[in-house]
């Protein structure tokens, strides 16, 4: 079983899988009064010619490192946004496509209080929790199109914290 580190994310090394949320530097623009940050259109969303933009939620299980990964997905249709609803961080799994499949993947544990959204047809692992209420909220494609893709791996992957 191949080994994989998981990093720290952040915004340059996730840009080519998608967009990491959160609410670095200043605002754009202060509301309601001043009293709150605007933080404007933090991520590319992409719900096809025949979607529309849903929101959900989603109720997973916790999880723990070292991980197993034996499958990726990935929704050629549309993008998949990602929003944690406690202060928790998680595993964020993805890889570049490889003639129609994952490439070797990479592993990124994000800060509190960050969500992601993978792009248009990224590879990426399932939702995986490691702490918390395992709850967020997800910004995708609603449609009658096939929008699943999966792949499983015939040897699995370990995915480990980055040693301090």
Same mark, same amino acid.
């Given at each position: 079983?191949?080994? /994989? /580190?998981a990093q720290p994310l952040t915004a340059e090394a996730f840009a080519p899988f998608g967009d990491v949320l959160s609410v670095d530097g $200043? %605002? $754009?623009?202060? /509301?309601?009064? +001043?009293?709150?940050?605007?933080y404007h259109d933090r991520?590319?969303?992409d719900f096809g010619p025949d979607g529309k933009a849903g929101i959900s939620l989603f109720k997973a299980q916790l999880r723990?490192?070292?991980y197993t990964l034996d499958m990726m997905e990935?929704? %050629?249709?549309?993008?998949q946004a990602f929003l944690p609803m406690d202060t928790h961080p998680f595993l964020v /799994?993805?890889?570049? $496509? $490889? +003639?129609?499949k994952p490439g070797t993947p990479k592993a990124f544990l994000?800060?509190?209080?960050e969500g992601v959204n993978y792009h248009?047809?990224?590879?990426?692992?399932?939702l995986t929790p490691l702490a918390g209420n395992g709850l967020f909220a997800v910004v995708d494609r609603i449609g009658e199109t096939p929008n699943l893709e999966e792949h499983w791996f015939d040897t699995p992957y370990q995915v480990v914290g980055q040693a301090i």
């Open positions: 079983m191949s080994r /994989i /580190i $200043d %605002p $754009d623009r202060l /509301i309601n009064q +001043g009293l709150c940050g605007r991520a590319r969303l723990s490192l070292p990935r929704h %050629p249709e549309g993008s /799994i993805v890889a570049h $496509d $490889d +003639g129609g994000t800060h509190t209080g248009r047809s990224v590879w990426h692992g399932v």
